[in-house]
């Protein structure tokens, strides 16, 4: 049995867990460190709980690091960390550099998952594509491995893009409600019709421009609104904010970064 522990069971934890168990794992694979919602859990859905950190580490042979970025390199070192063990990070912008040096001699391996997690539907990345990692990832949705760092870095914007994609659902339901629909309706609308979009290009194997070009018919419902966004430089707004991320994410100015 490999045993998977969470060290920081705070919100990404809770439904990476959630995914977990819904994808079949058993609960006694799994272990918890004892901040946060890791107690409750505990209790709730019949995992161990760890009473501290190094028992953690000694109990399980996947870490998961949860922690707030800021927190994660303290809150791995000098835990007795042994050859064949992979220490997983979720934390945005922290390097492998820094937490090979506080987890030595365990792998370190980063991930950005989504809280679609929770669903079976995270587009998870990964850096390096450690084969071992595989099977775990895959039970919480497509798992999109990145060559190197540098890449995964700029992967990870798309973190913030499903928080965006969820804003702008929001605006599309209560245009909706404004304009008389009934919430359940308009809620349920407003979400199929992203995950119809991005099911799309995801599944179909046309160019993006060929499918957007077949149902922008000109004259048509689409061109009419594509020009209203495009008059208030929404592409200009979109790009800037993809870099504010990167740049936070790095340190360094994004233009530093294009390929
Ligand atoms: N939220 C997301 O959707 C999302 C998505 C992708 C990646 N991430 C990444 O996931 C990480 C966690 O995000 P989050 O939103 O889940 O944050 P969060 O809700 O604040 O959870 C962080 C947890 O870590 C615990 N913690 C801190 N130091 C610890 C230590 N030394 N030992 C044990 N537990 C410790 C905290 O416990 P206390 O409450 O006791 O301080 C808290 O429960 C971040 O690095 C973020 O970049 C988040």
Excluded at 57 to 69: E, K, Q, W, Y
Excluded at 91 to 108: F, H, I, K, Q, S
Excluded at 154 to 160: E, G, L, M, P
């Amino acid at each position: 049995m490999t045993r998977i522990g969470f060290l920081g069971v705070g919100h990404l934890a809770a439904e990476m867990i959630t995914g977990l168990l819904r994808s079949g794992l058993p609960a006694d694979e799994m272990i918890l460190s004892p901040r946060g919602h890791g107690p409750e859990l505990a209790e709730r859905l019949g995992i161990a709980l760890a009473s501290d950190n190094g028992a953690l580490v000694a109990a399980a042979d996947i870490v998961l690091l949860a922690t707030r970025p800021g927190d994660a390199v303290a809150a791995v070192t000098g835990l007795g960390w042994r050859p064949g063990q992979i220490l997983v990070s979720a934390c945005a912008g922290v390097p492998l550099a820094d937490l090979r040096a506080a987890a030595a001699p365990a792998e370190v391996v980063r991930i950005m998952p989504l809280t679609a997690a929770s669903i079976g539907a995270s587009p998870t990345t990964v850096h390096p594509d450690l084969p071992a990692l595989r099977p775990l990832l895959a039970r919480l949705g497509a798992v999109i491995p990145l060559a190197d760092e540098v890449g995964f870095e700029t992967a990870t914007v798309s973190a913030a893009i499903y928080g965006w994609a969820q804003v702008l659902i929001g605006l599309g339901r209560d245009w909706s409600l404004a304009h008389g629909l009934a919430p359940e309706t308009a809620r349920q609308l407003a979400a199929e019709t992203f995950v119809a979009a991005g099911r799309m290009i995801a599944e179909r194997p046309e160019a993006v421009e060929a499918l957007l070009t077949s149902l922008a018919t000109p004259g048509g419902i689409t061109e009419r609104g594509l020009k209203v966004l495009e008059a208030g430089d929404v592409e200009a707004s979109w790009i800037g904010a993809c870099d504010a991320v990167l740049e936070k994410l790095t340190g360094a100015p994004a233009s530093t970064r294009r390929a």
